[in-house]
């Protein structure tokens, strides 16, 4: 037989060697270390000056926050306004584009009819005309 059917255990093992079962192994105490352990790096607060990034905090005292929102509320505002304008300056020129429309294609239909009218007219003298010879 090949080896591909022996058992996975009579292989030789290229990884690491097999994990000692749960009764024999050491207990790896707490992981939690307290603050007041030796090893603690930041016993006393340092002092940064002020445009150090370390010294610069992702949080934001309340009045900068106000501020912030306040501006953003009329960067907002003011776009709004301005998109209003735009739009209602785009309904204005549909408006207008549309009266026109409207305009050239009674115009259109009135010179269709005239043209019929001459035609017929044309008709009727060639055919008159065409008798008297």
Excluded: W
């Amino acid at each position: 037989m090949s080896s591909s059917s022996e058992p996975a255990s009579k292989k030789p093992s290229t990884m690491s060697p097999p994990r000692p079962s749960l009764g024999s192994r050491q207990q790896s105490g707490s992981m939690i270390v307290p603050s007041n352990h030796p090893e603690i790096e930041c016993k006393t607060p340092r002092e940064f000056p002020p445009d150090d990034a370390r010294a610069m905090s992702p949080r934001q005292s309340t009045e900068n926050l106000d501020q912030m929102c306040g501006e953003s509320r009329d960067k907002i505002q003011s776009s709004a306004i301005e998109h209003q304008a735009g739009l209602a300056a785009l309904v204005e020129k549909i408006e207008s584009v549309k009266t026109g429309h409207e305009k050239l294609e009674r115009d259109n239909n009135a010179l269709q009819e005239y043209i019929g009218g001459l035609t017929k007219s044309m008709s009727k003298t060639d055919l008159t005309s065409g008798r008297k010879k």
